[in-house]
């Protein structure tokens, strides 16, 4: 049965299709993978074991009569920010404690209407506040890639740890996340996955808790490329619940695996080597541009020249709309709450014991920023600056720069409870600084595993794509999976 | 610029988060340190520069002002801590 849980949602969609595979075959498969496994990496908080065989049964029949959807009878893991009916939905806070939504995200509404089955809620960092999945309230996850030669436990990336650490682990077809600054692709890169955070306003995001409403948007964490763009046509879709949501067909990712990118001018941008990078990581970096220059593309070299200040100002913009969005925890309609001498005290109390470490952190900054004198000072310059950080890309692509290939991050995966970040706020942050910018211009990101470094550990690179042109994405990001392979962790569990 | 403590205590106050003196002499560090990178886009020359109000350009959807959806109060306190007739109940706030 190992095996079963082995296949891409391609090789498992064409075995059920064909009646060689049930759907209760290989949910069963993956069920019995995450009760022996889970408790080696605490990528889900919750198994729905009852909900999962029912929805398989359910797929089977309808596969049986020949009406199966795009996603008909395939095991997924669903990040706990998402709105899932009935079931555990926290974001990973204690603040939400015992919230069962009695509605459904429209993204998990998309998958189900396709006929995926779901396993569960995945670990995920406190609202999505995090690069290392420890700020859940649920604790770390453990990433299944180690150091060669070591036992000791690497963290997965974050904040959709629990996503990355699941398909790289086995533990489902794939899985959904979630990106504000890097959510979906550093994870993505840490665990040797495919991760694509798609253009804002591509999947909608009602129903998925707000974390920096102008910067989230959802995406897979899949085997390989061709999954992701399985999965992106299902989630992605036009929704009047959310009036972000561009107003434009989805079209079919799949068609363009396997595409030739010969002529394809591909930027590689010089602000992107950045001081103190690992050898490893420029090697890298180099062996993608010979990769996609072996497949016909046209190498360039770019400039966005204000890239480094794209982190500083994600800093100002996403706590300042975080602690707008996370006002509303205040014990009072959903989630803990903490008695006091007067409401005030009440809220308070509530949020104090509601909240870690990591989401006061930020909503202090985000309260701060925005108070009394100093909105223009901060929030006002980093929203121009913001604008100057679209303009760059926009210039590129004007130029006729069909993609940018740069590194997916500044380092592979680090070690639980690493010293130097638990001490300085923003080493942590470091971890987001090549995946940022496509958040601060809305741009679609993919981080594609690449290599392997000398301690054994996976990197990623990562495509830049124009404005919904996620289908060159998936078209060069093919590419350098071909070149490079597919990568497993050693299984110790 | 650089946050004292008592700064801390306010903004905590403006956020509704309680914090203990501790709590504020630890954030009122690790505030400074993120106020501190933050401070480097001071250097940019951001004259003549709209700030962004939409990353995508669209126009905001609209639709008929008509009543679509409702009926629904026990599922909308369902969750609440404390409730009574499908109203949520919190402590006294007018004498």
Redesign the interface.
């Given at each position: 049965m190992t095996e079963l849980t082995k296949l891409t949602i391609a090789e498992a969609r064409d075995m059920l299709t064909a009646r060689e595979l049930t759907s209760a075959e290989l949910t069963d498969a993956y069920l019995a993978a995450i009760d022996s496994a889970n408790a080696s990496f605490n990528a889900y908080v919750t198994v729905t074991h009852d909900k999962a065989r029912d929805m398989a049964k359910a797929s089977d029949a309808r596969l049986a009569k020949g009406e199966g959807g795009a996603l008909e009878g395939i095991p997924l893991g669903i990040k706990d920010l998402f709105a899932t009916e009935g079931v555990h939905t926290q974001a990973c806070s204690h603040v939400l404690d015992g919230f069962k939504p009695r509605y459904e995200s429209t993204v998990t509404a998309n998958l189900w209407a396709d006929g995926a089955v779901m396993l569960g809620k995945l670990n995920m960092d406190e609202f999505a506040m995090g690069s290392s999945n420890e700020t859940s309230y649920y604790g770390a996850v453990i990433n299944p890639w180690r150091a060669k030669g070591s036992n000791a436990d690497l963290v997965p990336g974050g904040s959709s740890g629990g996503s990355a650490a699941a398909v790289s682990a086995w533990l489902c077809a794939a899985a959904t996340a979630t990106d504000t600054g890097g959510s979906i692709r550093q994870p993505a890169a840490f665990t040797g996955t495919v991760g694509i955070k798609p253009t804002y306003g591509r999947c909608s995001r009602w129903g998925i808790a707000a974390f920096a409403s102008s910067l989230d948007q959802a995406g897979p964490i899949t085997r390989d490329v061709r999954d992701a763009a399985i999965m992106l046509k299902s989630m992605a879709s036009v929704d009047d619940k959310d009036t972000t949501s561009v107003d434009r067909a989805v079209p079919d990712y799949e068609a363009a695996i396997g595409q030739s990118i010969k002529g394809m001018r591909v930027g590689i941008p010089k602000e992107y080597r950045v001081d103190g990078m690992p050898p490893e990581i420029e090697a890298l970096w180099q062996k993608g541009i010979a990769w996609l220059k072996d497949a016909g593309a046209e190498i360039v070299d770019i400039s966005l020249p204000h890239t480094k200040y794209a982190l500083p100002a994600y800093y100002i913009v996403a706590p300042a709309e975080a602690s707008s969005n996370l006002a509303r925890y205040d014990g009072v309609r959903y989630g803990l709450r903490v008695p006091g001498k007067d409401i005030t005290d009440q809220y308070e109390k509530t949020r104090a014991a509601g909240f870690g470490r990591e989401v006061q952190r930020r909503i202090m900054i985000g309260t701060y920023v925005l108070s009394a004198g100093y909105y223009d000072a901060y929030y006002l310059q980093a929203q121009k600056v913001r604008t100057l950080i679209k303009k760059d890309f926009e210039d590129v692509f004007a130029a006729g720069v069909d993609v940018i290939l740069t590194p997916a991050t500044p380092s592979a995966a680090f070690g639980v409870a690493d010293q130097d970040m638990a001490a300085d706020p923003v080493k942590m942050y470091l971890n987001d600084i090549f995946t940022v910018t496509v958040n601060m211009a809305g741009l679609p990101g993919i981080a594609v595993p690449a290599g392997l470094d000398g301690n054994g550990l996976p990197l990623g690179l990562q495509l830049i794509g124009r404005p919904f042109d996620e289908e060159t994405l998936f078209r060069s990001g093919a590419v350098i999976e071909k070149a490079a392979g597919r990568f497993e962790p050693q299984k110790w569990w | 610029m650089s946050?004292d403590i008592q700064?801390?205590k306010r903004?905590?106050?403006?956020?509704?988060?309680?914090?203990t003196d501790e709590d504020a002499e630890r954030?009122s560090g690790?505030?400074n340190?993120?106020?501190g990178?933050?401070?480097?886009?001071?250097e940019?020359d951001?004259s003549g520069?709209?700030?962004?109000?939409?990353?995508?350009p669209?126009e905001?959807?609209k639709?008929r002002d008509e009543v679509t959806d409702g009926n629904?109060a026990a599922?909308?306190?369902?969750?609440?801590?404390?409730t009574e007739e499908n109203f949520?109940l919190?402590?006294?706030?007018v004498e």
């Open positions: - | 946050v700064t801390v903004v905590a106050r403006l956020a509704h988060i309680a914090v954030m690790e505030l340190t993120i106020l990178f933050v401070e480097q886009l001071n940019v951001v520069v709209e700030p962004m109000t939409s990353v995508i669209m905001m959807k639709r629904k599922d909308i306190v369902a969750n609440a801590p404390a949520f919190v402590p006294k706030v």
